[in-house]
């Protein structure tokens, strides 16, 4: 069964570094999305990307967020200058229309010191 | 007006029991209401999802019933088994824009053998 991947599973840098999170959604799906999930919190929505654009962001995903789509099968949240509050596990999905379900990746924990 | 109401925060069900978890939501553009299971260290999987146009469905041992009017919806466990034992969120999206997820604060759900 596909499935949406992600790397690293566990990525700890310092504070200030940049850090770059890569998810590999399904082959055939068009939606992307990243959410983050701050340890025992609710899972909260960052940014969705369509057609090789940001379609929809929260409040969270600042100047120090991007993402890109640098090939036909890789999906990247770029991270800046991490801080302390960005510690956390971050989860890609993906969908293939726009009513469908959203298949979630196993996370990335980002944990920033 | 996007929030999702979550409850209760934990519960413990004996085995073959009943588990009812309850959702709540203000933004009637909502029409899409999806329940995920998380288990520990892995992303969000979908369970069952409903959309406004029906009261109830069901899927195996897993129920979702739905208010319209009072805008609430709940996840029905029949016969839950200790390997249920996870955290279940609510989420809501909107046919509109991106349809990201809006989540639910989570249940941690126990089963006790």
């Known amino acids: 069964e596909p499935e949406v991947t992600q790397t690293p599973s566990h990525q700890v840098t310092q504070m200030g570094q940049e850090v770059i999170l890569r998810c590999v959604p399904i082959?055939?799906?068009?939606?992307f999305y990243w959410y983050r999930q701050i340890l025992g919190q609710k899972v909260e929505f960052l940014v969705s990307?369509?057609?090789?654009?940001?379609?929809?962001k929260s409040e969270i995903f600042d100047d120090q967020f991007s993402v890109e789509r640098p090939d036909g099968s890789n999906f990247t949240l770029k991270i800046r200058s991490t801080k302390l509050e960005d510690s956390a596990m971050y989860f890609c999905?993906?969908?293939?229309?726009?009513?469908?379900?959203?298949?979630f990746g196993p996370g990335t924990r980002l944990t920033v010191l | 007006q996007q929030q999702v109401k979550q409850s209760p925060q934990s519960l413990i069900v004996q085995k073959g029991g009943i588990s009812i978890i309850n959702c709540a939501y203000e933004?009637?553009?909502?029409?899409?209401f999806p329940w995920y299971q998380q288990f520990p260290g892995k992303g969000p999987a979908l369970l069952i999802a409903?959309?406004?146009?029906?009261s109830e469905k069901k899927e195996g041992r897993f129920t979702i019933s739905f208010n319209k009017s009072a805008k609430q919806f709940s996840l029905h466990i029949m016969d839950s088994q200790p390997g249920d034992s996870a955290t279940y969120f609510c989420?809501?999206?909107?046919?509109?824009?991106?349809?990201?997820?809006?989540f639910g604060t989570g249940t941690r759900l126990t089963v006790i053998p």
């Open positions: 933004n009637t553009a909502f029409d899409y």
């Open positions: 999905a993906s969908k293939s229309r726009p009513y469908n379900e959203q298949f």
């Open positions: 989420a809501a999206s909107m046919k509109t824009g991106a349809n990201n997820l809006f």
């Open positions: 082959s055939n799906h068009l939606y």
């Open positions: 409903i959309r406004p146009d029906v």
């Open positions: 990307f369509y057609n090789n654009e940001i379609s929809e």
